[in-house]
């Protein structure tokens, strides 16, 4: 699923779901959580796919790619996702899960 349109038709379609407009509110509401958590630093578990959260990560020196010249990138926030050991094992065990 590429798009947030192709996300609420695949959510919609599950019984648990009464609508395409209460699918829609669920993943807004989703998004809305998962950024304020993070923003205050906090991880985001989500059973059965993995844990979302943030790290410094260290200042260092990287290359302009144009001009070859030398730039000090500073240290900042970063986000990182771990997968679930489920998630790992749904996807080792789907043949052609990795193209």
Known sequence: MDTK?????ALALDPRVPSKAAAEAVIDALG???EKSLAAAEPVRLHKIGVI???????????????????????R????FRASDALKARIRDTPGAVA
């Open 77 to 80: 926030p970063a986000i990182s």
């Open 53 to 75: 959260s943030t790290y410094m990560a260290k200042a260092r020196a990287a290359r302009n790619p144009r001009t070859g010249d030398p730039i000090d990138v500073p240290a």
């Open 5 to 9: 349109k192709e996300l609420v038709a």
């Open 32 to 34: 809305d959580l998962v």
